[in-house]
């Protein structure tokens, strides 16, 4: 979903070992792609703001990457550079062992976005906030904050929001590996071939605004933005001065920003074996190596933690980085070896658990120390199972299927009491 270039084939992979680069928002959104090793946080739940006035087209708001990490480009109105012309936005695609950025674009309609459900009209497949009729854009109130706005073209389609939205309870921030398991439809592909438009002006100045904005970044903010939308461009830009005069970004936050956040890629990794037994691309013997790997890094970053009085030494983060990195290399290549099977009820329960793990990792309830014990047991049920199969030409009896089941609820049993027993990951602590 990138504007195409000359520049269409350049890769910029930034590690987390390696300093990390910014660039200039007009070089990006040229068709550079930007590469990072460690997947977006989860998308913030936000309020849309009231349309400043008639004529403006909504944009949402996005994770960005720079030099201090990841953050966040508030969601804002825009106006379109030019009639009958909308946004697609851009979205992070994960591929191999990387989280790469597509740009976003303007264009006669819309392409393909990775499935992100963005919200305020942007449901994960085109746009339901508006259309443009006899070169005036008209918008569906169904979508829309006018607040104190009047608007005279308006029209109410609540069927289309129906049809066009993929259902993302997790707020997952990214397609493939893990994330929003969605590929283009051949109208999207049709509309990745149309004459495109880069980003306006005052949207480039916008998503830099936002680059050094401290409030913006993950690492500060730990997934809850200081900003997450604004009304129009100029009333954040007032707001991103003053925060970056009173408290601009540092050199220890560029450090902390551009580290492995060893509880995100951990969230990252359990979601996709989850999504790899629902589809049947992992089997439960696949899994079941999968999640033993998981348990044994999740525990060496719960004992490094628990060395340095809950922290990691830059040394430990890149270790373990490596280490996730040969993880997520075995899930890939588990993933598409060829050996699947038919989606079925006890791979479905152990999905289950899985992105439970996950969730409780991205919400900080689960500590590693406590996912290392849960994929240690969901790897001995995946294994029991995976042996039951192979003995019995690949299927289960009903009394193997019952003690799975009885498996998994002591496991889900345990998930749920890891998450409520007050043991938290602390938020990493913020420069005075």
């Known amino acids: 979903m990138s504007i195409r270039s000359s520049m269409r084939g350049l890769v910029l992979a930034l590690t987390t070992v390696a300093p990390m680069l910014i660039l200039p928002v007009s070089q990006a959104h040229a068709g550079v792609f930007i590469s990072v090793n460690v997947g977006p946080p989860v998308l913030p739940d936000y309020a849309q703001p009231p349309l400043p006035a008639p004529g403006y087209i909504w944009t949402p708001g996005y994770w960005a990457y720079g030099d201090a ?37 303007w264009g006669p309609h819309i392409g393909f976005y990775g499935g992100v459900n963005y919200g305020f009209g942007y449901g994960g497949v085109g746009f339901f906030g508006g259309e443009w009729r006899g070169g005036v854009f008209a918008y569906n109130g169904a979508v829309a904050n006018f607040g104190g706005v009047h608007v005279t073209n308006v029209y109410v389609d609540r069927t289309v929001i129906e049809r066009n939205t993929i259902v993302n309870v997790n707020h997952v921030s990214y397609n493939g590996g893990g994330g929003i398991a969605v590929r283009p439809s051949p109208m999207e592909m049709q509309a990745e071939h149309e004459q495109h438009f880069q980003p306006t002006s005052n949207q480039m100045q916008h998503e830099n605004f936002a680059a050094q904005d401290r409030s913006q970044l993950a690492a500060v903010n730990h997934g809850t933005p200081g900003t997450m939308a604004s009304s129009n461009v100029n009333a954040y830009h007032q707001v991103a001065q003053q925060h970056s005069q009173s408290q601009p970004i540092s050199a220890a936050d560029r450090a902390a920003g551009s580290h492995y956040n060893p509880n995100t ?29 998981q348990s044994n890094i999740d525990q060496q970053v719960h004992n490094d933690r628990v060395a340095n009085g809950g922290t990691l030494t830059n ?43 996950a969730n409780g990792l991205r919400s900080r309830q689960m500590t590693s120390g406590e996912a290392a014990r849960t994929n240690q047991n969901q790897a001995g049920v995946a294994q029991q199972v995976h042996s039951e199969r192979t003995a019995n030409g690949g299927a289960l009896t009903q009394q193997q299927k019952r003690q799975a089941n009885k498996e998994e609820n002591k496991n889900s049993r345990q998930i749920y009491n890891e998450k409520h027993n007050n043991k938290t990951t602390k938020p990493a602590p913020k420069e005075k």
């Open 265 to 293: 890629r951990e969230a990252n990794q359990d979601q996709r074996i989850a999504n790899g037994l629902r589809s049947g691309q992992m089997t439960s013997g696949e899994a079941a190596r999968a999640e033993r790997t």
């Open 315 to 357: 040394q430990e983060r890149q270790q373990v980085n490596g280490e996730q990195n040969a993880a997520s290399r075995q899930i890939y290549n588990e993933k598409h070896n060829g050996n699947t099977v038919a989606p079925n009820e006890v791979d479905n329960r152990e999905a289950n658990q899985q992105q439970r793990t």
């Open 69 to 105: 990490g990841y953050y966040w480009v508030p969601g804002v109105w825009v106006q379109p550079p030019r009639v009958g012309v909308l946004w697609t936005p851009g979205y992070w695609g994960f591929v191999g062992s990387a989280y790469t950025w597509h740009p976003g674009y």
